[in-house]
């Protein structure tokens, strides 16, 4: 069973999106999601209601999530952490403390777009159309990461 982390800044916006999709993708019995911010400012908060709607409007429910920070005890509770966006990234790697650790941190875009880095936009201060961006990327980028852990 490998457990998966999807990383963003606030935990409400795009790593909720992950964990519903990628969750929806394989059977609870193979896979465990879970998701985390690097800041805490939402901790406790259902997913944005933006989140929410999209996530909806492709038959996912989201609304059973509550925003947490990560910790570092994440590194030794889960195998693949994926972030979202660089900044992520390097405040994850920053937090690694070998290369254990270090190894379970991947840019999620990468498993789409190979060695690129791109990074999923933040669409917290846009508008509905970015949500539905932020959710074709996860969805396509999620389909690969099913396909490898399955
Ligand atoms: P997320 O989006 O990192 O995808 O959850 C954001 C949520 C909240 C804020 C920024 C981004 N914020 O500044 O409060």
Known sequence: MKRVLMVCLGNICRS??????LQSKIAASEVSVDSAGTASYHVGNLPDPRSVEIANHYNIDITGQRARAFTSQDFSNF???????LSNYKYLLGLA??????AKVHLILNELFPNQNR????????GTQGFEEVYQLLEAACSMIAIKLT
């Open 16 to 21: 909720p999106l992950a964990e519903g999709i």
């Open 79 to 85: 195998d693949l952490i994926y972030a979202m966006d």
């Open 97 to 102: 403390k070998n290369k254990t650790d270090r």
């Open 119 to 126: 990074e999923v936009p933040d669409p917290y201060y846009g």
